[in-house]
């Protein structure tokens, strides 16, 4: 099983996505602002990825703070690791599990509360993993046999720890031995359907057909789609879901064709304290991802550029949400409460 990132002796080890599928290459970052930049720059990507990445950040900080004011030390860690990217929920809540774990150790020895703050992080990369394969258990019986499945941008091993959410719901329908094969969008402009979910779903053997975005609808509509099945960055109270811009537009057209469309993420990317997805800040990225592609211009110079990394599916829209707790279903307020343990079944 492909594995995004891990804790070595010689710092935070990753996959350079940013570099696939052409060169298989890994990035060692040594410092914490090494892990910040690797974030931002989309070395690592993927909500529950970039969670890990966070919690190794501050672990990766603390080990390398000098005996001044550690408080401070470790605010200005988790707040430069905060600001790398705003949507992803998952980031958010590595820091703030960090901190309180770091806030729980104060007085303690130094080297003690190194330790312990590097073991959490490595375990949180563990139960990623673990919780992963929980979601793909409960949608591998979501997926229909026998018929293709449509995923938007990559939400698979390398957009987590390992074995994914959208993609670990496919892997495990696959290990299931149901007989189904993929169509990813290329998603652009980072293009990580075509640069990353094929390169995945090869390396398994897993039969994949990469179509552009603008395809979608008139496969939705053909009859070869059983459902969609994506992941997500931050997902409202109501059930409303952000994710990598596009994913509106596919379940629209999805809801249209009569094609169940499913979000498979876990506990962590649930934001309940906002009531709908209208309150989830949408990270702007460079205009240069639009204008240019690898680095060549396909646009004129100076022409204006939007270039929002996700959008919001409103919940109207989607069929379930797939999590490593069970599956839930509209309406959203009260099943997704019950799963993640704030109201009593």
Known sequence: MLETIEWTPAGVVMIDQTRLPLHEEFVTC?????VAAAIRNMVIRGAPAIGVAAAMGVALGVAQ????????????????LARTRPTAVNLFWAIDRMRKLYQSLRGRPLAE??????????????DDIAINRAIGRHGADLVPDGKTVLTHCNAGALATAGYGTALGVIRAAVEAGKKVDVFADETRPFLQGARLTVWELQQDHIPATLITDNMAGHFLKSGRIGCVVVGADRIAANGDVANKIGTYSVAVLAKENGVPFFVAAPISTLDLTLASGDLI???RRPDAEVTHVFGHAVAPEGTPVENPAFDVTPNRYVTAIITERGVARAPYVE???KLAGELRP
Do not use: K, N
């Open 281 to 283: 800040p949408i990270e």
């Open 65 to 80: 703070a000098d005996g001044g004011d550690l408080d401070a030390q470790v605010e200005r860690i988790c707040d430069t």
């Open 335 to 337: 099943s997704l409460r």
């Open 113 to 126: 509360i190194r330790d312990r703050l590097a073991v959490e992080a490595q375990q949180m990369r563990l």
């Open 30 to 34: 040594r410092t914490y602002e090494d």
